[in-house]
């Protein structure tokens, strides 16, 4: 495949030597921002100004917890979370939702639906291209998705696909191609020897696209 290829890191990756990953034929990093409302990558600054130096492209991913509302702790709100992620992460950055938690199996713990997730992602979707001007990319995994069941809406937002397919990504509904392709889970080496994700993007445009809401859906 002659797709550009890149990694996705955060502090789990240790320090990142970024001029060896470039030479490795990187070209480009998706670096995490933060965790919900529970705080930010320590390593997110420091990754981004590495990644940009030696030549990346770069994005910037928050996984994100899509609760239901709780009295007393209004961080839960996808608009406190969008607002989060969106403040850390600045406006120069395409921003990807990372969209698998939680697990299925936990949806009762946390008193979670599938609907309600459906109408929480969304809505998170909306506050941070409200205050970006740009749209975000979704993160997510054909199985998680499946559970979701995510709407119709979706399909006007990006899919970034963890998939771990031989050729091609397999794409949940209602998105029928993708524009970022996770293709390993920790299937990459760094130079330090820590794992890393590895990715394809269909085009490296999609990292000039942060202020205009031009982003394509391919």
């Known amino acids: 495949m002659n797709y550009p ?23 480009f990093a ?27 492209k770069v994005a910037a991913y928050h996984f994100v917890y899509p609760l239901p509302p709780q009295v007393g702790n209004p961080s839960r ?23 698998e938690w939680p697990a299925p199996q ?7 639906t599938a609907s ?9 979707l909306s506050a941070y291209q409200a205050l970006s001007n740009a749209t975000p990319i979704v993160y997510t995994y054909p199985d998680w998705a499946a559970h979701v069941g995510f709407t119709p809406e979706f399909a006007a937002y990006p899919l970034w696909a963890a998939s771990y397919q031989l ?22 080496k760094l130079p330090n020897g820590a794992p890393v994700d590895t990715d394809y993007a269909k085009d490296l445009s999609i990292f000039d696209a942060v202020t205009s809401g031009a982003l394509p859906n391919a």
């Open 30 to 56: 998706i670096v995490k921002c933060g965790q919900g409302n529970s705080g930010f990558d320590p390593d997110y600054t420091k990754n981004v100004a590495g990644a940009r130096a030696a030549g990346l």
């Open 77 to 99: 709100a996808p608009e406190a979370q969008a607002k989060l992620h969106f403040d850390h992460a600045g406006p120069d950055i395409v921003a990807c939702i990372d969209c």
């Open 106 to 112: 936990d949806w009762a713990k946390w008193g979670c």
């Open 5 to 27: 290829k890149g990694i996705d890191v955060s502090t789990v990756q240790g320090a990142v030597d970024w001029p060896a990953v470039a030479a490795a034929g990187y070209t």
């Open 116 to 124: 309600q997730i459906n109408a929480w992602i969304l809505a998170y």
């Open 167 to 188: 050729n091609a990504p397999l794409i949940p509904h209602p998105w029928t191609d993708w524009v970022l392709w996770q293709n390993s889970g920790g299937g990459g």
